[in-house]
């Protein structure tokens, strides 16, 4: 284990961050290379309080890429309570365009920001380049107790490291047009039998309306139904061995029953996020839209024409005894390795999404859906009524559904790949209303193909 | 005497400084550096190592470029003679002088090139819409069945479409201008010869337009070849129908920012180059020997 530099008047500001730096980075590299399953784990020397304060009294400007829109309010709490310490928000895309800057600037080897906005499915994409810095030596560890408890698993690493700190969730759920099922007598589905059967009845009812759209170019979405169904489809242990079951039998049975209700015609599949979808969306085209908790405030915005009509329910279930969730979507807060103030980085990624003021203005300026425990309980938020879901109390019906969300779920560590391939598949197959289920093997291939050129040792499903 | 003869000689490297750093430092270097990574392989589970022309070998072999290399030169066999026939048309008609409001006309045709593709694009992408899409709604509203654009067999069109919009008064402005060289006295002497205006337009302007055209047709190889910002903005509209390997150089870039790839996608694009390269010589060739002695 390294050394801490000690406070010593010869050391000047800089060299004494420079060093704490590396001191951490050699700290989480080895934690890395005592990595695997055997569990080796290398507990991290967590750094002095002399030395935070010193970093958190030193002028400092930190580089902070994020998409969230008018982050200078919760950037600004910040800097009230460390006034030494400059935030600036770089907006350099959202998702993957973000995430292909920072790769290049990770191979160029400078013009990395020393922070990231990262959703929780691209983390293990980063970690597996050793990208990120591990939390722990900054007091990370101490907030898991505010995190509902999904959301830290998704950012733990598997010897322990804190990767990140979740910032908002998409714990998924359906929205629905009240008035579209009023009219053509729909029920609201308990289980996924019970949409089946309102999407062929309401599409038969009105052949201009589908009971839902699932897009052929969403992985996302595919991946928040695989967890709800309790499916495993990427589970690494160490750093090169990972298994991959994306057509196991919750994969095929999902693939049976969303490419059946795709090759009867009787739901949407158009890509999402796109003019013509919007539109849908706008002219009621679609009676539900299955979506993370992130959805009820993005559609608000985007389907205004449709205020008032709108409820959420929690997901159609496969077994309605034991209800369950998945996610899709939600971001996280993390500091690149690389950072020169691995300090001050790390102690505003907490700040930002930890401090009770900073994560309830995400809450209610941004309409983030939280993931802290507080606000969760919090009955000013749940109590929310909004008027364009008819004053029903929208983020109580997520939060309830928070709380079903596996903790278990893994991403794999190379999301695009899989996202592309996904698309070239069983997407392809939605659209084209061929076999999905074989659509999944060809899935499951692309993606082993890919794991072994580049390394991997690949298990296929047990 | 000598002096005058020495003084250009140390002067023609210094006018040509400027451009030759330039062309070194962002050209010729970023080049080399691509085909120096092209003889690499790296893994995310065990870092890179020398591999030769592996790289190379895989990327003759690999199905999907070679699907994308064919498509985009049926896209070319396609596109490039409409557009190119086209501006030519538009060219020779603003040349006769018997149009009115030449100059609007003029502008007008000349106006798409100044828009982005990628605005150019979305603008399309919308238009040709299967369900809100303004042909989709007329064909609705008089009851005919909608046009489906962006479907496998109409893609291809489609996007031809889209490039040939962009980019016939870009073509129409070169031929343009190399019909304002032509000297005057040439069409004085056809006529006084009773030559009429289509008469002239044959035998005069076309054959003086040659050196133009072939440069037009040479801009065409590249552009066609190189043909990434359309397919890759109305993949997301329809996924199905345009895959990351639509076009060569989609494919390229998908090894490099999705795949991670850097290294095959070094090989991809030097392999695509090179391509590019053989079709543009064969043209030259053929223009120059066809060229009357």
């Known amino acids: 284990m390294p050394e801490y530099p000690v406070s010593s008047p010869a050391l000047s500001r800089r060299l004494l961050l420079t060093a704490a730096g590396a001191a951490s980075l050699g700290a989480a590299l080895t934690a890395c290379g005592g990595g695997g399953s055997d569990g080796g784990s290398t507990s991290s020397e967590p750094v002095g309080q002399a030395d935070i304060d010193k970093a958190m009294t030193t002028p400092t400007e930190l580089t902070f890429w994020t998409w969230v829109p008018e982050i200078a309010q919760e950037i600004a709490l910040f800097e009230k309570k460390y006034p030494a310490i400059k935030v600036k928000a770089v907006n350099a895309g959202q998702g993957t365009p973000e995430y292909t800057k920072l790769r290049t600037a990770l191979k160029a080897g400078s013009g990395a920001p020393d922070l ?24 990370a560890s101490a907030l898991k107790s505010q995190f509902v408890d999904w959301t830290w698993s998704q950012v733990s690493g598997s010897d322990g490291e804190v990767w990140a700190i979740p910032q908002d969730t998409g714990p998924m759920g359906m929205l629905y047009r009240q008035d579209i099922f009023d009219k053509h007598g729909v029920e609201v589905p308990k289980t996924w039998d019970e949409f089946a059967e309102a999407a062929r009845k309401l599409h038969q009812a009105d052949p201009d309306v589908y009971l839902t759209n699932l897009a052929a170019n969403q992985v996302a979405a595919w991946h928040g139904l695989l967890w709800q169904a309790g499916a495993k489809p990427y589970v690494t242990s160490g750093k090169s061995d990972i298994t991959v079951s994306v057509d196991d039998a919750v994969s095929k049975k999902l693939g049976a029953f969303w490419g059946g209700l795709a090759q009867e015609g009787v739901i949407g599949v158009e890509p999402d996020f796109t003019d013509s979808w919007y539109t849908a969306l706008n002219k009621g085209k679609y009676a539900t839209w299955i979506v993370g908790a992130w959805g009820p405030a993005f559609l ?41 103030n691995p300090i001050a980085a790390a102690l505003f990624a907490q700040f930002l999404n930890s401090d009770a003021e900073s994560a309830k203005m995400f809450a209610t300026k941004q309409f983030f859906f939280p993931a802290t425990k507080a606000l969760l309980a919090d009955a000013s938020y749940i109590g929310a009524t909004p008027a364009f879901y008819g004053g029903q109390k929208v983020n109580e019906v997520f939060a309830g ?17 899989v996202a592309t391939d996904w698309t070239e598949t069983v997407g392809h197959s939605l659209a084209r209303k061929t076999d999905t289920v074989a659509a999944l093997g060809s899935w499951q291939s692309r993606i082993t193909t890919f794991a072994k050129s580049q390394g991997f040792t690949v298990k296929a499903a047990p | 005497m000598p002096k005058q003869l020495t003084r250009p ?106 828009v982005p593709s990628v605005v150019a694009t979305l603008m399309w992408g919308y238009l040709y819409g299967p369900d809100f899409g303004p042909f989709a709604q007329l064909s609705d509203k008089l009851s005919l069945p909608a046009p489906h654009f962006l479907t496998d067999s109409w893609m291809l069109g489609s996007l031809a479409n889209i490039v040939t919009w962009e980019f016939v008064g870009y073509n129409m402005i070169i031929l343009y201008a190399a019909l304002r060289t032509i000297p005057a006295d040439l069409y004085e002497a056809a006529a006084l010869d009773g030559a009429g205006a289509w008469r002239i337009a044959w035998s005069v302007k076309l054959p003086a337009l040659r050196p133009a055209l072939t440069l037009t047709l040479l801009f065409s190889v590249i552009g066609s070849f190189q043909l990434f910002n359309e397919p890759n903005l109305l993949m997301k509209i329809v996924p199905d129908v345009i895959d990351s390997s639509y076009t060569a150089n989609l494919y390229a870039y998908t090894l490099a920012f999705t795949s991670q790839q850097i290294n095959y996608a070094a090989a991809v694009s030097f392999l695509l180059g090179l391509v590019i390269v053989i079709i543009s010589y064969a043209f030259l060739l053929t223009a120059n020997r066809r060229r009357p002695a």
């Open chain 1, 116 to 139: 990231v906005q990262i959703e929780f499915q691209a983390i293990p994409t980063f970690t597996i380049t050793d990208s990120l810095l591990d939390l722990r030596p900054y007091g």
């Open chain 1, 300 to 340: 608000s915005g985007s389907a205004k024409d449709t205020s008032g009509k709108w409820r959420a329910a929690p997901m159609p279930q496969w077994d309605a005894a034991k209800p369950s969730a998945g996610n899709w979507g939600g971001s996280t807060t993390a500091v690149i390795r690389s950072t020169k």
């Open chain 1, 401 to 417: 559904i928070s709380a079903q969300v596996d903790p278990s779920f893994q991403w794999p560590p190379f999301l695009d790949q």
């Open chain 2, 9 to 114: 000689r140390s002067a023609g490297p210094l006018f040509i400084a400027p451009f030759m750093v330039l062309f070194l430092l962002l050209f010729l270097a970023p080049l080399g550096y691509a085909a120096y990574l092209s003889l690499f392989q790296e893994k995310l589970v065990g870092g890179t190592s020398f591999v030769g022309l592996d790289n190379y070998l895989t990327a003759v072999k690999d199905p999907q470029l070679r699907e994308g290399v064919v498509r985009v030169a049926t896209f070319f066999v396609i596109q490039v003679p409409v557009m190119l026939l086209l501006a030519l048309l538009f060219a020779l008609a603003l040349d006769s002088g018997l149009l009115r409001l030449a100059r609007v006309i003029r502008l007008g045709i000349f106006v798409p090139y100044a």
